[in-house]
């Protein structure tokens, strides 16, 4: 069974998964890595957005990738009220890790059916020019449809990292996480800057959703199986750290690939969960710790 | 209430129990009293780890299905009887609770909630891939005839009602022992609970070994209720939103509070199955858990608390 062929093409398909794997997580490395807020429900927020592509392509024939840039405000907005209702509920009580945690999973639960009463819970998909298409490199194809959301992916993370690092926002968000009251002393209102980094986490959930409705078709339940990968993508990473955080993914997409193709999917979220709980319980710090 | 009028008290719900067992009234309404009763058992498991120690679980579809899947393990290979697969079912649970346990030791908070959650994916994908006890395509079970009541869901509901009771008395118990007031203090704060001497590695290794103990109990008689079992319906998310939710709503600090939110909660499912569709239940649930913690966080017998304080 074992061919060269066959690895190469899984480790290239990994990677490119892997660039894919990136974008998902950002949201949660945002939120949970650097705001301490347990965001677990980013995986529905990012089904709404894989929706929001379905609804905008099947009925306007809109690019899903171009939907999603255009439905950011939207889902910023969205957060950004997110986050207000879990501050003034949770985190201004000072009880917020637990009852938050819940607030979340009940959060996920809601956005989940909800889909499913809406749509169903058939799989959709889009349509694009460049879905199906791919190009052949000595024996190793190169899926357009995994090809564009790796480089997307690629692209969100870049401007991540460069929002964190150059701009007045951004640093202060990195400030927000290293010390409150030291950021307020310097005269920034951490919550205003929770607020929009919370709704920038969410407005990456709508880029991408476009992108996983983009790889594969998705049901509402999809969510659950990206809860694992992207808190394992987050915890291996290193909280927070964004090139952490594409490392892991990269390492996260290459072992479900090499996994898939070798003993078969149906193994291959059982990686995700399990490098989660490794990674928990021997180094919850992640390789790439602060 | 004394422990002698709790017990006055379980042994009268049991009577009632077979009594209503006895009454052979429209069949369903057994079927849906396991189910709620099933929850009972569920929201009081969860409340030990959850509510008195304040661990959050979100792997109760793990320990649910495991105790599922213990017994449909035993009936394949030695056609077990059903007190011995409840036994069973609850002890290889315990076993994972007692896993579980040792985690606490490195995972506090969230890290704990996601690497349970992580746990009911890993097992969930083993049970997927291990065809003895049915794989991906499920398990049919023959029932043979009922040894009692004629038929298996009067039968099954009159079991449940005395798991229910035995999972509450077991929980008031530890509420009101000195265990119950160490976990209520490492809930508070492990750190101070551990400085004047609570053995906290050992009353947390206890809480999560009950707590898998009865929700593998309750999880155990499953493949006879439903006589077809799946792992995505064994495994199924609603059972940990359900779990938390039930106590949320009831109350977490006390035995009653999860009876209370599973009755409550169970029953409004029960009616909303009925009549308008299972999936619009499941989004009451979320939207109900949600207003609670939000609103009234400690519950219904915390708002109770507060009216009878005025």
Redesign the interface.
């Known amino acids: 069974m074992f061919s060269w062929d066959l690895l190469a093409n899984a480790v290239v398909a990994g990677i490119l998964l892997g660039g894919f794997y990136a974008a998902v997580s950002l949201g949660v490395s945002l939120t949970f890595g650097l705001l301490d807020v347990v965001n677990i429900a980013q995986p529905a927020f990012v089904i709404l957005g894989a929706y929001a592509a379905y609804v905008m392509n099947s009925s306007f024939g809109l690019d899903p990738i171009l939907t999603g840039l255009l439905f950011t405000p939207f889902f910023y907005v969205l957060g950004a009220v997110v986050y207000r209702i879990y501050y003034a509920s949770f985190e201004r009580r000072g009880d917020e890790s637990l009852r938050g945690l819940v607030f979340f999973f009940g959060l996920l639960f809601i956005i989940e059916v909800s889909l499913s009463l809406t749509y169903g819970v058939d799989y959709r998909l889009v349509e694009a020019a460049y879905i199906g298409k791919s190009i052949d490199l000595g024996g190793v194809g190169i899926a357009f449809r995994l090809l564009v959301p790796c480089l997307v992916g690629l692209a969100m993370t870049l401007a991540l990292y460069l929002f964190l690092s150059r701009t007045f926002y951004g640093r202060a968000v990195m400030g927000v996480s290293q010390d409150r009251v030291a950021l307020r002393l310097m005269g920034a209102n951490p919550v205003r800057i929770k607020t929009i980094a919370f709704g920038i986490g969410i407005a990456a959930a709508s880029l991408s959703g476009a992108l996983l409705i983009t790889i594969a078709p998705v049901v509402p339940s999809t969510d659950r199986d990206y809860i694992g990968r992207v808190f394992a993508i987050t915890v291996l990473g290193g909280l927070g750290s964004i090139g952490g955080t594409l490392a892991a993914s990269i390492i996260l997409g290459v072992a479900e690939s090499l996994m898939a193709t070798f003993f078969g999917p149906s193994w291959s979220l059982a990686v995700s969960f399990g490098i989660l709980l490794l990674a928990l319980a021997v180094r919850p710090a992640g390789l790439f710790g602060r | 209430m004394k422990t002698g009028g709790a017990l006055v008290v379980a042994v009268a719900v049991i009577g009632g129990g077979i009594l209503l067992a006895g009454l052979r009234v429209n069949p369903y309404l057994y079927f849906a009293g396991y189910v709620v009763l099933q929850y009972v058992v569920i929201a009081t498991a969860w409340n030990i780890l959850g509510g008195y120690a304040?661990y959050?679980n979100?792997g109760t579809p793990a320990f649910f299905a495991l105790g599922a899947y213990t017994a449909i393990f035993l009936i394949e290979a030695f056609k077990a009887p059903l007190p011995v697969l409840i036994l069973a079912g609850g002890l290889v649970s315990a076993l994972l609770g007692l896993g579980i346990g040792y985690?606490t030791l490195?995972?506090k908070?969230?890290?704990f909630?996601?690497?349970t959650?992580?746990?009911s994916?890993?097992l969930q994908?083993?049970i997927?891939?291990w065809d003895y006890v049915g794989g991906?395509k499920g398990f049919t079970l023959i029932r043979p005839s009922a040894p009692f009541f004629g038929n298996w869901g009067t039968l099954l509901f009159t079991v449940m009602v005395g798991l229910a009771v035995v999972a509450v008395l077991v929980a008031r118990s530890i509420e009101r022992s000195w265990i119950g007031r160490g976990l209520a203090a490492l809930r508070d704060n492990e750190e101070a609970a551990e400085c004047m001497g609570v053995p906290t590695l050992r009353l947390k290794l206890f809480a999560t070994t009950i707590s898998g103990f009865f929700l593998g109990v309750a999880g155990a008689p499953f493949p006879y209720y439903v006589t077809y079992v799946e792992p995505s319906s064994a495994f199924n998310?609603d059972y940990?939103?359900n779990a938390?939710?039930m106590p949320?709503i009831g109350g977490t600090t006390t035995w009653i509070g999860p009876v209370i939110g599973a009755v409550l909660l169970g029953t409004a499912q029960q009616v909303a199955t009925v009549t308008i569709?299972s999936?619009?239940n499941?989004?009451v649930?979320?939207?109900v858990?949600?207003l609670f913690?939000?609103?009234a966080?400690e519950g219904i017998t915390g708002l109770a608390r507060r009216l009878r304080g005025r």
Do not use: D, K, Q, Y
């Open positions: 304040g959050v979100f985690l490195r995972l908070g969230v890290f909630s996601i690497a959650l992580a746990l994916v890993v994908t083993l997927i891939n991906a998310l940990a939103v938390l939710a949320m569709s999936e619009m499941l989004l649930v979320g939207v858990l949600v913690v939000v609103l966080p």
